[in-house]
């Protein structure tokens, strides 16, 4: 263990005591000036730790920031951010990283965090608003799945069950699924998926789920735009939330979802889908490039295709668009 | 027009004949010199060019390099190489540099060309054979059709089909399509298409079509493993063919093909596919990964799915694998 990541565990155990720097240095057969050097890194990463010339060192608070190590720390998974998980402070967009290193081979469950993003992306090259400051959870997971590409999109849904979950089992928010990528609380998003696939013919090469989170993120932070439209944890509740526990829970969740999704199991995950989605039967608006169609909703297929009757009883099968209740 | 390529064509108007380097100077008005720099330049792009102190210059040959000018002057298409041809004396993989060029919002009908390639490759990772010595055509093209996923991987049977039909036009040979993605001639490898797909969950992003192609290697220059199982025109037909007349011709018909395949006529490119795959009926053994699959080929499906009968009269689908003929 490094210096620093052994320090870390001497004062996690001893968490909210003094612990001294003589006691430390004999410890750890390093000088106090050592000890000195790797607690003001510590402090850099974001954990707070009180010193006193006297009584040595105390750790009172984790980092807040999204660190490999502590999101490891209580990590039930057994792929998904065990091994690789690449950390930054700030990306273009963690699916733009992603890309790069699942070209150069990153294996399956690889994880890209980054605390912001300069060009966080949407769905169809859409500008995705990411907080600058670390409020929210910026996350790419890489996955090679061995299957054939016509499957694949179903991933999407899959990602927002698991994402709707781990949210449900950690905050008591109504949150619901809007067709087909976006994580609403009351009609605002709190979170967005953009899945990017690359296929050869007849094998999914890679699979980027991106994940964009807006944890505690303050209302005036949204650019004025999307402010009617955009939500956070710590806007609905009022209070801070740890991201770190928040993306272990989403990535616990995802691993138990894409196991069932490998096992074929996709009924059970659409139907999930279906509750949290409160969609089908609804009337909508759905806008596809250049055209409205509206209609009530009579079911979404196993390939995530929205069913749409219209007033005159016509079936429409909807691949994609943005939806508006009516 | 740059002073070399007006040069150029002014020695292409006069090719097989002498044109006095003052002419040149006075028509074009710049220097002796000048004319007698951008001549250098022509004969390192690969220009023949015989040159006399009183005579002047004389255009004997055009360049056997795969030169964007030399590709776009005969070329019949309305898109693909028409404005943005891509072209390098060497690079890793056309594949690879058309998908960063992709990634950076390059638009369909680009085209990647290089003289060799250091990593080429084929389908599921493996090796793709490049001659070093610009023997070969390699090259990748943009497609960025307005189409769900579904129906994308399509594309690699209506690629060698378009492939198969340019061969046919100009070379007398027994060309044929081996599934699911390689062009044969008596049962060696003349041409291999590697197709990578990119899609969000409901949307084609963008698609590369690389195409490897042995034009006038020797036999020689194949690696000793490859050696019994590939070919090239040359060695097919003991004569030179010109690089550029063929990629003109695969593009011309790959752009025929892909305005047939996004007007929905499918049915009649797989029908052309199965006329010039000579598969169907055929007994056969496949490797999928682990397993032998061994049977007759009763048809191949419009998404290119391969149906075997076994002797027992089961049907099975395959989707993928290594085909042998029995």
Chains 1, 2 share one sequence.
């Not at 050592?34 to 006297?54: F, Q």
């Not at 999204?66 to 273009?92: A, C, Q, W």
């Not at 979950?165 to 609380?185: F, H, M, R, T």
């Not at 969740?253 to 409160?278: A, G, T």
Request: with cysteine; hydrophobic share 40%; glycine share 8%.
């Amino acid at each position: 263990m490094a210096t620093k990541d052994l320090l870390l565990s001497y004062l996690k155990e001893k968490r909210g005591a003094w612990v001294s720097g003589e006691s430390l240095s004999n410890e750890m057969s390093v000088s106090r000036t050592a000890i000195w050097k790797h607690v003001r890194k510590l402090k850099e990463e974001g954990y707070l730790i009180k010193s006193s010339p006297k009584k040595g060192y105390l750790l009172s608070r984790d980092s807040d920031l999204l660190l490999p190590n502590e999101i490891r720390e209580r990590l039930s998974t057994r792929v998904f951010g065990k091994m690789d998980i690449h950390y930054f402070k700030e990306l273009d967009s963690t699916n733009m990283k992603a890309k790069n290193l699942a070209e150069g081979g990153a294996r399956e469950g690889t994880v890209v965090i980054a605390e912001s993003q300069t060009a966080g992306r949407g769905r169809r090259g859409r500008e995705w608003f990411s907080s600058s400051s670390g409020n929210g959870i910026y996350a790419t997971l890489i996955l090679r799945p061995a299957m054939s590409p016509i499957g694949a999109p179903r991933i999407t849904l899959m990602t927002a069950v698991a994402v709707a979950e781990a949210l449900l089992s950690l905050v008591e928010l109504d949150v619901k699924i809007k067709w087909p990528n976006d994580i609403l609380i009351k009609g605002r998003k709190l979170a967005g998926i953009l899945t990017e696939i690359t296929t050869e013919m007849d094998a999914v090469n890679y699979i980027l789920v991106g994940l964009g989170l807006n944890v505690n993120t303050p209302s005036e932070s949204f650019p004025k735009e999307i402010r009617e439209k955009a939500t956070s944890i710590f806007i609905e509740t009022g209070a801070q939330f740890s991201r770190t526990r928040l993306i272990r829970t989403c990535l616990e969740q995802f691993e138990k979802y894409y196991e069932m999704f490998k096992e074929n199991e996709f009924s059970s995950i659409i139907h999930r889908w279906k509750q949290l989605s409160d969609i089908v039967g609804k009337n909508i608006s759905v806008g596809v490039i250049g055209q409205e169609h509206m209609g009530e909703v009579v079911d979404i297929d196993d390939d995530g295709v929205l069913i749409l009757k219209d007033d005159q009883g016509r079936i429409q099968r909807i691949i994609s668009g943005d939806v508006t209740l009516c």
